[in-house]
């Protein structure tokens, strides 16, 4: 079955890191556009970052300088790593594959890791 | 803040029709595939509708979408129980993607 799952989700004191992982089954992440997406506790989706062919990768404006998505092809694993974190950054995070026929959406969905950033 | 704005929410019967607007701007959706999701409550996002009116494979055709101009519409037919759930519209501005601001669709 083609699927994701994340792992890595953990409370976290503001200013800290925290990596994320997301480990793909029967097909290759290292072939794919593959993209994080986080939803706050009641909030709606947000886009955070993709990564390309080539490794080539974007950010949301608010996660630039801060996160960094991240391959890893022997492991078939997408990373995302965290730094500085702040507690608006408390959300379920989902990882994404973009859909190849049209790259226009994501077609396969994790079922989310929670990362809460608290005192 | 999102630059797609949707109805915070809608509602009808069950068998009856709705229909979510994903309003944007000209560098949006005017120029870029529009794509649908429905989120289930406590669950993950689920792809509905992709380059503005196709369906994944296993999605009923219950579910249509469309593009006009800079607006996109998702219309559901024979609205069931099981679709109460929050939707999404999503397109690509520049180098980022964008989702709607949401509507949670409820079934009288």
């Known amino acids: 079955e083609v699927q994701l799952v994340e792992s890595g989700g953990a409370l976290v004191q503001p200013g800290g890191s925290l990596r994320l992982s997301c480990a793909a089954s029967?097909?290759?992440?290292?072939?794919?556009?593959m993209s994080w997406v986080r939803q706050a506790p009641g909030k709606g989706l947000e886009w955070v970052s993709i990564?390309?062919?080539?490794?080539?990768?974007s950010y949301a404006d608010s996660m630039k300088g801060r996160f960094t998505i991240s391959r890893d092809h022997s492991k078939n694993t997408l990373y995302l790593q965290m730094n500085s974190l702040r507690a608006e950054d408390t959300a379920v995070y989902y990882c994404?594959?973009?859909?190849?026929?049209?790259?226009?959406?994501?077609?396969?969905w994790g079922q989310g890791t929670m990362v809460t950033v608290s005192s | 803040q999102s630059v797609l704005t949707q109805p915070p929410s809608v509602s009808a019967a069950p068998g009856q029709k709705v229909t979510i607007s994903c309003s944007g701007i000209?560098?949006?959706?005017?120029?870029?595939?529009v794509s649908w999701y429905q989120q289930l409550p406590g669950t993950a996002p689920k792809l509905l509708i992709y380059?503005?009116?196709k369906r994944p494979s296993g999605i009923p055709d219950r579910f249509s979408g469309s593009r006009s101009g800079t607006s996109a519409t998702l219309g559901i037919t024979g609205l069931q129980t099981g679709d109460e759930a929050d939707y999404y519209c999503?397109?690509?501005?520049?180098?980022?993607?964008?989702f709607g601001t949401g509507t949670k669709v409820t079934v009288l």
């Open positions: 994404a594959r973009v859909y190849t026929g049209s790259l226009d959406a994501f077609d396969i």
């Open positions: 990564i390309y062919s080539g490794d080539k990768t």
């Open positions: 000209s560098s949006n959706i005017g120029n870029n595939y």
């Open positions: 999503g397109t690509w501005l520049s180098r980022a993607y964008v």
């Open positions: 380059a503005n009116d």
């Open positions: 029967e097909f290759t992440v290292s072939a794919n556009y």
